[in-house]
């Protein structure tokens, strides 16, 4: 389709400037200069940089605890999105139905979205202490388990997890809320009359509808949680108990900004930046073709 | 119009002449930067040390600034001297001073000290505290909070549990003994916890028990260093903690201060950490509590001495000479006996010269604070040795964190001690050998 | 998406954000019950964690230690909130934040319609670079520019300045997509239009663009404020000085992690209340435009 644009020479790029200014500036500069340092072993005040070549990333591969972090963050992600989305497609569901009140029920399910994930770990970290909160109590009724996430590595990760999980359900579901209301009320209509209970209309006709939003959500909460995540575990775990917690972004900061590690720490960015890539590539070939479907 | 000006505004003019001319001449007084760590309470009584040496001169003026924790200040005077805008002291926790040490980027103290011809009585220093930051006999920081870590045990609980409340354990043997006592009559819930696992259960427990923590004089020897903390000391005592992890008789509480509230709340009757923590219980602890040395396991191991912790006050280069003169001034001022004592009263950190000890014991502040004596008794009467002079590692912070992750698997029991402390020491290895590489003079 | 769709959008819209359909004769709607109950009870579970920093907030030391937990409100409200207030100064922390939530939005947005707006409307060379550019932007986010972009900043001497902690959050590919994928769907008569009556590229989008973006940009400001408000990392290396903290840093702050200083946990409930305030008031306010501009972007 032939666009009807403007003429002029040069206000277009008086336009995209300040975009394309602050790109170059903190992004492509940034960038290169991880890959720069992500070849060079470099002394913590910087007066000293000897060129290794890919000595830092021999390094990484080789060392154990990178993978545990790599495993960690696919966990970590997982569980956040798997949890996060199947919540707020349930939710959602529930607040489409045809009943009062649904502008109530929908604010009080989108508000959690505004809670910063540091924070969120920060109440959950009370609600999962073993000395003083109230999830170990109750939980000590039903097993003599020690609830005690200082030391076992998984109570912390699903501390983690579940605090994380929980901040992000609102974005989902406004999403799912916005794409479930897309959905003609003739197709369900339909259904119903053709004697589909609800939980059948659900599954045979609303489900495969949205699901590319599911997708969408799907690979974006990945990514947020794979990327946006430093905050719970630093306010909250930092890392521990053993590396329990240590996901890759925690990885990368602790060992150049406490270890002083900078050639580390920039070869894990260049990692890091090639997952992204992949990540995003996915989510763009999904969100082109979402417009051409319409 | 009359030429004259009005009387008045010639006495006005006078007026503003006469205060512009009498005004100080330090209109503008040096300022001294001096970024540090402290805290609540302590960052308090840094103010206030900052503020009498503000007061006792007119020339300079130092300004304290917190910047975070240690390590988040270690890392903003690194970043800050790559873009030249570093302070001119920067407090630096012990596990840095290798770092500090060979960077080039400091000014060190004897030098500095020497160079602006203010004397310093290096001698009068207590020798644990000097030894651990000097090079070649020479100071290369200001040691400033300096503190050991220590037994702290409740009164209460032991009278409840039938023990002498004025006898506390001298052997592990014994802890191990009054904690079951402790569980069994119901006066605690745990036997005792740790704070600092590090610090307190490997370094400072293989210097009590004179054994070497690494190789080359733990490392003051040279950079070529590697772990010894996977023998036969290191594999008994950590391997006791994990079994004594499953009865209760030790409770692993977390990392750096996080195990505080087990003993502050009465949970385990027992606690070893840092001699600081004195002025901190002191307000915050309801019971009856005393202060006992470490727990020692006896033969066939010698009883040496314990080591510090805590930080030292670093001098940046870079900075002009009648600045370097005011910092100079400031750091003989923290040293003087006076401040030492002060310090070391309002805040529990040891006083780290020989007269201000003395000073103190004249005044009978160790009679009516017998607490605040343990910690200089642990480190000045022991047996000092080769293996208890402190540690001198490079990338020391991210040995720590490995260590202390390892140990969390040990006690919880996912790894037996050997094999843990073998893989601490493994990667430790590479991280000494990384920073011999990139410190290759 | 067609006009069509757009008028079954609406209808949709308008069928389920109504209340409900007047009742024919029924028998008793099971269904209604089911949805209700089961709403309700992913309200609680959604809502507790928070009600239950609320009631913490509101305990002073001996309550929040007691066991069994205390469930049910105490008197030390003001106390707490207000002790809370002067320890890490909360105030000026509030402000920060604020300052950062408002800057990255409204930067972010002022921004990105500028770049969507010049490379849907015009032709000139460089347009698909500049769109490149920008889109790999989305394959850069902070962790993996975090210790060369501290440097940066060091270098321009921003540390610890309130152009350090927005400008480099400023540059968002999503916000341009968005308001790119909404432009792509405005029709050519209205553009033909505009220009025949004389209309200038500005004009065209002062006057027409804008008006109908509304929904979009109300959404993402709800996204980008929150986005800044919630920013961790960043501030946390960007900011040196306790007075140019953000609140969610100075919450972690609060937080003791060694020794003479007790937990006090009720101050720390108290605090994080009051940083996650503004941004669930937001949300709470702009929930219709909120959904609204989500739906529209659908598009």
């Given at each position: 389709m032939k666009r009807t644009v403007f003429k002029s020479w040069w206000l277009p790029y008086l336009l995209v400037l300040p975009q394309v200014a602050v790109t170059i500036v903190f992004f492509f500069w940034p960038a290169f200069k991880s890959l720069q340092l992500s070849l060079f072993r470099v002394s913590p005040f910087g007066d000293r940089m000897t060129f290794v070549g890919l000595d830092n990333f021999t390094k990484l591969l080789a060392d154990p605890e990178y993978y545990q972090s790599v495993v960690n963050s696919f966990i970590f992600s997982t569980g956040v999105t798997v949890l996060s989305v199947a919540a707020a497609l349930f939710a959602a569901a529930l607040a489409t139905q045809r009943i009062r009140g649904l502008t109530a029920y929908r604010t009080l399910l989108l508000?959690?979205?505004?809670?910063a994930p540091a924070v969120a770990g920060i109440i959950f970290l009370f609600i999962f202490?073993?000395?003083?909160?109230v999830l170990p109590y109750f939980l000590s009724f039903v097993t003599s388990y020690e609830f005690n996430w200082l030391l076992k590595g998984w109570v912390a990760l699903t501390l983690v997890i579940a605090a994380t999980a929980w901040a992000h359900i609102g974005y989902n579901v406004a999403f799912f809320i916005a794409g479930l209301l897309a959905i003609p009320a003739s197709v369900i209509e339909a259904a119903s009359v053709d004697g589909a209970g609800p939980i059948r209309r659900f599954t045979a006709i609303t489900f495969p509808l949205v699901s590319p939003i599911t997708f969408y959500l799907v690979v974006l909460n990945m990514v947020f949680a794979f990327f946006e995540s430093f905050g719970v575990i630093d306010a909250v775990t930092k890392g521990g108990p053993g590396q329990a917690t240590e996901i890759m972004v925690y990885k990368l900061y602790k060992d150049g900004?406490?270890?002083?590690?900078l050639g580390s720490s920039g070869a894990q960015s260049v990692i890091l930046m090639v997952i992204v890539i992949v990540l995003t590539m996915l989510q763009f070939r999904y969100a082109e073709r979402k417009v051409t479907y319409s | 119009m009359r030429l004259t000006p009005k009387p008045w505004i010639v006495s006005a003019l006078a007026l503003i002449l006469a205060t512009l001319l009498a005004a100080p001449p330090a209109l503008a007084k040096t300022e001294i930067h001096f970024w540090h760590a402290m805290t609540g309470q302590l960052g308090e009584a840094v103010n206030e040390l900052v503020k009498q040496f503000n007061e006792s001169q007119s020339e300079y003026e130092v300004k304290p600034l917190r910047k975070g924790s240690y390590a988040e200040t270690l890392t903003a005077a690194i970043a800050a001297y790559r873009q030249k805008s570093h302070p001119h002291i920067v407090q630096v926790f012990e596990v840095g001073t290798q770092t500090m040490m060979l960077s080039g980027a400091i000014y060190p103290v004897y030098q500095l000290m020497k160079e602006q011809e203010i004397k310093v009585d290096w001698k009068d220093f207590i020798a644990p505290v000097v030894g651990y930051y000097s090079k070649d006999g020479n100071l290369y920081s200001m040691p400033f909070n300096s503190s050991t870590p220590i037994f702290y045990y409740n009164k209460d609980a032991f009278q409840k549990a039938g023990l002498d409340p004025a006898k506390p354990p001298l052997t592990w043997k014994q802890v191990e003994e009054y904690a079951k006592k402790l569980i069994a009559s119901g006066a605690a819930k745990c036997g005792f916890s740790t704070g600092w696992p590090s610090w307190t259960m490997v370094e400072n427990m293989h210097a009590w028990h004179d054994?070497?923590?690494?190789?080359k004089r733990n490392g003051f020897d040279g950079l070529d260093v590697q772990l010894l903390i996977n023998k036969e000391f290191g594999v008994k005592h950590i391997g006791q903690l994990a079994a004594w992890q499953k009865d209760n008789i030790y409770s692993y509480g977390g990392r750096a201060g996080a195990a505080d509230p087990k003993f502050v709340n009465g949970d385990c009757a027992m606690y070893i950490q840092s001699s600081a923590l004195i002025g901190g219980f002191t307000r915050g602890v309801k019971f009856q509590w005393a202060t006992a040395q470490l727990p020692h396991w006896g033969p066939p191991y010698n009883k040496a001495t314990s080591i510090i912790g805590g930080a030292t006050l670093w001098v940046f280069k870079g900075k002009p000479a009648a600045e370097n003169r005011g910092t100079a001034q400031f750091l003989k001022f923290i040293s003087d006996t006076n401040q030492q004592m002060w310090w070391h009263v309002t805040t529990g950190y040891l006083a780290i010269s020989n007269s201000a000890v003395r000073n103190l014991e004249a005044g009978y502040h160790f009679k009516k604070n017998p607490d605040q004596f343990t910690a200089f008794a642990q480190l000045t009467k022991g047996k000092a040795g080769p293996n208890s002079q402190g540690l001198r590692l490079g990338n020391f912070v991210q040995i720590r964190d490995v260590i202390e992750g390892e140990l969390e698997n040990i006690i919880a029991g996912k790894k037996p001690a050997k094999q843990g402390l073998d893989d601490a020491v493994a990667k430790s290895n590479d991280m000494l050998k990384e920073f011999a590489a990139q410190n290759k003079q | 998406m067609s006009a069509v769709g757009a008028g079954q959008l609406e209808q949709v819209r308008v069928r389920a954000g109504a209340a409900v359909v007047a009742p024919r004769k029924k028998p008793f709607d099971w269904h209604a019950l089911a949805v209700h109950a089961l709403l309700m009870a992913c309200i609680a579970v959604i809502a507790f964690p928070l009600y239950y920093a609320f009631v913490i907030s509101t305990q002073n030391l001996q309550e929040v230690v007691q066991r069994p937990p205390l469930l049910l409100p105490s008197s030390h409200l003001v106390e707490n909130y207000a002790a809370a207030w002067k320890k890490v100064n909360f105030g000026r922390m509030m402000f920060n934040s604020l300052v950062m939530a408002v800057t990255v939005a409204v930067g972010k947005i002022a921004i990105s319609m500028l770049s969507a707006f010049a490379i849907v409307y015009f032709n000139f060379r460089g347009r698909m670079v500049c769109f490149w550019m920008i889109f790999i932007t989305l394959m850069l986010p902070v962790p993996v520019r975090l210790v060369s972009t501290y440097e940066v900043i060091g270098t321009l001497g921003w540390l610890n300045t309130y152009q350090g902690l927005t400008v480099p959050l400023m540059a968002s590919a999503t916000a341009t997509f968005l308001f790119r994928q909404f432009y792509l769907t405005i029709p050519n008569e209205m553009v033909e239009a505009a220009q025949l009556d004389g209309a200038g590229p500005m004009r065209f989008l002062w006057a027409f663009l804008l008006p109908l973006s509304w929904a979009n940009i109300a959404a993402l400001f709800v996204v980008l404020f929150i986005f800044g408000w919630n920013q961790y990392l960043w501030p946390l290396m960007i900011t040196n000085t306790e007075a140019m903290r953000t609140v969610v840093i100075g919450l972690e702050g609060l937080i003791p992690r060694s020794g003479t200083e007790l937990p006090t946990w009720n101050l720390i409930m108290a605090g994080a209340v009051m940083a996650l305030l503004p941004p669930v008031a937001i949300i709470i306010f702009m929930q219709r435009w909120f959904v609204k501009g989500l739906v529209e972007s659908e598009k």
């Open positions: 508000w959690p979205y505004g809670i202490h073993p000395a003083y909160g900004f406490i270890g002083l590690n | 054994q070497p923590f690494a190789t | -």
